[in-house]
């Protein structure tokens, strides 16, 4: 399945992601969710990290991955898992064990097997790979999601995490494959402001143009992909 809504608040998708993670958060198996970077989805951990969600929320039945982690310490202001952990995690009663950070100290190709075996041994598989219940993903202004930068996607990779280099500043980082990715239950591009929209029209325009973006390539295999705008991002889109 495929879908686009368009909320006319960021508060209003805020507050329809918290309701979702509320929700995995009630089903009767734990939940396995990959997260962003950004600065929406730290406007979410803020929300959560509040009531009535911080309450309501059965944090012991989430497991938490990130999509793509820089190769720095956990304390940097540039980890995500950092900034995920600064404004919710520490706020919120969840185990320790249930949270799945890249170590970014480690030298990347000791942790990509670290990450590797993590993976494996704690999803559940479908079609011979680990399934994430749910993945969030962000949008570049470059077309790129997690770090599959344009131009660097082997998107055949078997392996679920892969590194990737920022192609502008050079930045050393693991993301997650775009087959493991593509392979998760339920996949939600989550995107707001005006400084995406061009994006957004280019990412859903021609399909020949559209798929030099990344973005453009990941959907769920055999599960619902969602993308979730507020206004501002989708201003450009043309309603047929």
Same mark, same amino acid.
């Given at each position: 399945?495929?879908?686009?809504?368009?909320?006319?608040?960021?508060?209003?998708?805020?507050?329809?992601?918290?309701?979702?993670?509320?929700?995995?958060s009630?089903?009767?198996?734990?939940?396995?969710?990959?997260?962003?970077?950004?600065?929406?989805?730290?406007a979410?951990?803020?929300?959560?990290?509040?009531e009535?969600?911080?309450?309501a929320i059965?944090?012991?039945n989430?497991?938490?991955?990130w999509?793509?982690?820089?190769?720095?310490?956990k304390?940097?202001?540039q980890?995500n898992?950092?900034?995920?952990?600064?404004?919710?995690?520490?706020?919120?009663?969840?185990?320790e064990?249930?949270?799945?950070?890249?170590? *970014? $100290? !480690?030298?990347?190709? +000791?942790?990509?097997?670290?990450?590797?075996? &993590?993976?494996? /041994?704690?999803?559940?598989?479908?079609?011979?790979?680990?399934?994430?219940?749910?993945?969030?993903?962000?949008?570049?202004?470059?077309?790129?999601?997690?770090?599959?930068?344009?131009?660097?996607?082997?998107?055949e990779?078997q392996?679920?995490?892969?590194?990737?280099?920022?192609?502008?500043?050079?930045?050393?980082?693991?993301?997650?494959?775009?087959?493991?990715l593509?392979?998760?239950?339920?996949?939600a591009?989550?995107?707001? *402001? $005006? !400084?995406?929209?061009? +994006?957004?029209?280019?990412?859903f325009?021609? &399909?020949?143009? /559209?798929?030099?973006?990344?973005?453009?390539?990941?959907?769920?295999?055999?599960?619902?992909?969602?993308?979730?705008?507020?206004?501002?991002?989708?201003?450009?889109?043309?309603?047929?």
């Amino acid at each position: 399945m495929f879908e686009i809504k368009v909320y006319n608040e960021v508060d209003e998708l805020l507050e329809h992601l918290a309701e979702q993670l509320m929700a995995y958060s009630l089903r009767s198996k734990p939940c396995h969710i990959a997260l962003s970077g950004g600065s929406t989805p730290k406007a979410l951990y803020a929300l959560l990290a509040m009531e009535p969600f911080n309450s309501a929320i059965c944090w012991d039945n989430l497991h938490f991955w990130w999509g793509d982690e820089r190769m720095v310490e956990k304390e940097s202001a540039q980890s995500n898992f950092g900034e995920a952990y600064r404004t919710l995690f520490q706020h919120v009663p969840i185990p320790e064990e249930n949270l799945h950070p890249i170590n *970014g $100290a !480690n030298e990347l190709s +000791i942790e990509q097997v670290h990450a590797e075996e &993590e993976i494996v /041994s704690k999803l559940d598989k479908h079609e011979g790979r680990p399934c994430f219940d749910w993945v969030l993903l962000g949008l570049g202004e470059d077309g790129h999601t997690a770090s599959l930068f344009p131009g660097q996607v082997d998107y055949e990779a078997q392996s679920n995490w892969v590194a990737a280099t920022h192609p502008e500043t050079g930045e050393v980082r693991l993301s997650l494959s775009a087959e493991t990715l593509c392979n998760a239950r339920s996949i939600a591009f989550v995107v707001t *402001g $005006a !400084n995406k929209a061009e +994006i957004v029209r280019d990412v859903f325009g021609d &399909e020949e143009e /559209s798929e030099q973006y990344p973005a453009a390539n990941i959907f769920a295999f055999d599960g619902e992909t969602q993308w979730l705008l507020d206004e501002a991002a989708a201003s450009l889109l043309v309603n047929d």
